[in-house]
């Protein structure tokens, strides 16, 4: 097998510093600044230590066109174009696909605290849409609101979800989670709680209490707005403990008589 000579000095120097003057050019000014083949040009610096890699840019972008082609290419036609080895094309196919998880890795969606209604709403538009039927959601929280789990129950139709309770809060028990949001959709409708809606909630909530759970919220989306049931459950809460504080005087009233007794 014929070995691969290294450059003379003379050569390696020259090509330093032209390497050198495109990495200067790119932290000074960007890859706005570069032209097609400048770019693949720097990129393949990178993979190829001692040549030009100049006029191997401009063979492969007449090759495939586009430096998104050249990248995305088969490993198997780079690796037999001249002048591309095993390692460049490990590293365009590489380069390629660095870009899908790096946009994947933007759109992520943050799990690690969803602490409040605006880190929520953002959770769910970008994970999900509001289809033609109702759906229910409930997310599962720790004690720092990351989320443990999702639950998701599709509709019977755009207006309605039917679920079982006992169910719905023994899936919630395993997880073990601190406090829950519930969230469901209202496809061909505003954003305005119903009489239904507000029953559920408030059947949910006191399921919630039992467990040792708090229901942090219950949201309404529709394809273009969002509505938060927070003062309602607040209502619902100072009501609940208003009852308790009351049945706790009576005891204490019919305690007292019967100690006058």
Do not use: W
């Not at 040009?41 to 492969?60: Q, V």
């Amino acid at each position: 097998m014929k070995k691969m000579q290294k450059p003379s000095n003379a050569q390696n120097h020259l090509h330093a510093g032209h390497r050198q003057r495109l990495k200067n050019k790119f932290v000074e000014y960007g890859l706005r600044s570069f032209n097609e083949h400048e770019v693949l040009e720097l990129m393949l610096t990178y993979s190829i230590p001692y040549k030009d890699t100049n006029a191997l840019a401009h063979k492969l972008l007449d090759m495939y066109g586009s430096i998104y082609d050249v990248c995305n290419a088969k490993f198997e036609d780079l690796i037999a174009n001249n002048g591309i080895g095993r390692e460049s094309a490990i590293y365009l196919n590489l380069l390629s696909q660095f870009c899908d998880v790096f946009y994947a890795s933007k759109t992520k969606v943050n799990t690690k605290s969803l602490n409040n209604i605006r880190a929520i709403v953002a959770y769910f538009r970008k994970k999900h849409v509001v289809k033609e039927k109702e759906e229910f959601f409930c997310l599962c929280l720790s004690s720092n609101y990351a989320l443990i789990k999702e639950i998701n129950i599709e509709g019977v139709d755009e207006r309605s979800v039917s679920f079982d309770f006992k169910t719905l809060l023994a899936q919630i028990t395993a997880t073990h989670a601190s406090s829950v949001v519930f969230i469901h959709t209202h496809p061909q409708g505003k954003c305005v709680p119903s009489k239904e809606d507000i029953e559920i909630t408030f059947k949910l909530l006191m399921g919630c209490k039992i467990l040792g759970i708090e229901l942090n919220n219950h949201l309404i989306f529709n394809e273009e707005d969002y509505y938060s049931m927070k003062k309602e459950i607040d209502s619902m809460n100072n009501s609940y403990y208003n009852k308790i504080d009351n049945i706790f005087q009576l005891d204490s009233s019919v305690s007292d008589k019967d100690n006058e007794k």
